[in-house]
């Protein structure tokens, strides 16, 4: 996994682009944010957005794995409606019959690896059906809990997939306001963050909604804290998540400067002074 350290970037510094970012045949007709990409194998993390009435009805598979998290408005694939914050997960070979969005959407997309579209009929069989996730409405359901006993209290977590054969976790955070930690953290995996509501303060600034990060292994971060409470989509790659602490706490600023860890090419975009509420 060869993809920059990204932490923080406010996406909407990011242009949309044409579908082209991801190649012929895989999402034409729709825009793309391309948030990091791995050069060595093409697995990438985007926004697509999917404008009113798209169609596509090409019963097809794809050569990789797609994850994906409605933002807004509602995506159709095959049967399944995804509304905003429906998630999926369709594991390379996975046979899908068609998709659409009639009021237009707004998805993140994770891709394990540069994707290409086959024809279903001519796809050879076999995909793992053991990593099928097929539908979660993150909107419905409770909250737990199950954190490091060294985790502040005051959040909430609803797993979405835990994947039986690679170990990768994707979970939604919750966390109450005025919530604050005191310990620097790091994790043996990857972690990669976007921020759909709230506000969240940490040592290299204050990140709004439409914050996104990914952040290598062994990589200390934190500590973190809240005015307004927030939510936020996680996911590991490289095996579930484990955390280790510092022993020592830290001192905790509610005002940090924004200091934020970019490659040059996204350091170099125009700065983003637009409303802190729109996560896209």
């Avoid at 985790?151 to 977590?157: D, K, L």
């Amino acid at each position: 996994m060869d993809r920059p350290f990204i932490e923080f970037m406010q996406v909407q510094r990011l242009p949309w682009t044409g579908e082209a970012a991801l190649g012929p045949g895989v999402r034409d007709g729709a825009r793309i944010r391309l948030l990091s990409v791995d050069p060595s194998d093409g697995g990438c993390s985007l926004m697509i957005q999917y404008p009113p009435g798209w169609r596509r009805d090409r019963s097809e598979v794809l050569t990789a794995d797609e994850e994906f998290f409605v933002v807004s408005g509602t995506l159709t694939i095959g049967d399944q409606v995804y509304g905003r914050y429906g998630y999926g997960h369709l594991p390379a070979g996975h046979h899908r019959h068609g998709m659409s969005s009639s009021e237009g959407a707004v998805v993140l997309t994770f891709f394990s690896a540069h994707p290409e579209s086959r024809e279903a009929s001519s796809h050879a069989a076999g995909w793992q059906e053991e990593r099928l996730v097929a539908h979660v409405d993150a909107l419905a359901g409770e909250w737990g809990g199950n954190f490091h006993p060294q985790f502040p209290p005051g959040a909430g977590r609803k797993w979405l997939r835990r994947d039986p054969v690679t170990g990768d976790d994707t979970w939604i955070l919750g966390t109450m306001p005025i919530r604050s930690g005191r310990r620097a953290e790091k994790h043996p995996v990857v972690e990669e963050m976007y921020l759909l509501s709230g506000e969240l303060h940490g040592h290299l600034g204050v990140m709004r909604p439409g914050a996104y990060f990914w952040r290598p292994p062994e990589e200390w971060h934190g500590p973190f804290g809240s005015l307004t409470g927030n939510v936020l989509l996680f996911r590991t790659v490289g095996g579930p998540l484990t955390t280790e602490y510092r022993e020592e706490e830290t001192e905790f600023s509610w005002f940090p400067p924004d200091r934020p860890i970019l490659p040059p090419e996204l350091d170099s975009l125009p700065q983003w002074s637009g409303c802190s509420c729109t996560a896209y």
